[in-house]
């Protein structure tokens, strides 16, 4: 096997460890995108104590953590009367882009490490 060869195989191999993290950054990101949305049901209908320190700082880190990726969305949806659609757009965008690197980004990949 010669350099340039064990080389690429290398490269390609750190390569796909790095769409692997994105893809699992993407996962999680969907598991706290869902849990903000239900958090946000939660206090809209007072089924949670919103005077709760715990319960508040979570709400405060879900809203932080969604809030700049949801925004942009917001401005550019049309207004529904008082129906947020805006994370199940943002599930529907991250769900095309792990579409694609498992369909298209890794196995092109793989190709190149064998």
């Known amino acids: 096997m010669s350099v340039n060869n064990e080389l690429e195989t290398t490269m390609a191999g ?11 950054a993407l996962v999680i990101y969907v598991w706290i995108l ?3 949305a239900i958090f946000s049901w939660l206090y809209a209908f007072n089924v949670i ?20 990726v949801l925004r942009p969305i917001r401005r550019f949806m049309p207004n529904l009367g008082g129906i947020d659609i805006s994370p199940i757009v943002l599930l529907l965008i991250i769900f095309f882009i792990q579409s694609v690197l498992r369909n298209s980004v890794f196995p092109a990949l793989y190709r190149a490490a064998m």
């Open 14 to 24: 750190i390569i796909a460890a790095l769409f692997q993290t994105i893809d699992m």
């Open 34 to 36: 869902i849990a903000s």
């Open 49 to 68: 104590n919103s005077s709760n320190q715990f319960v508040n700082s979570v709400g405060m880190f879900l809203y932080n953590v969604t809030e700049p």
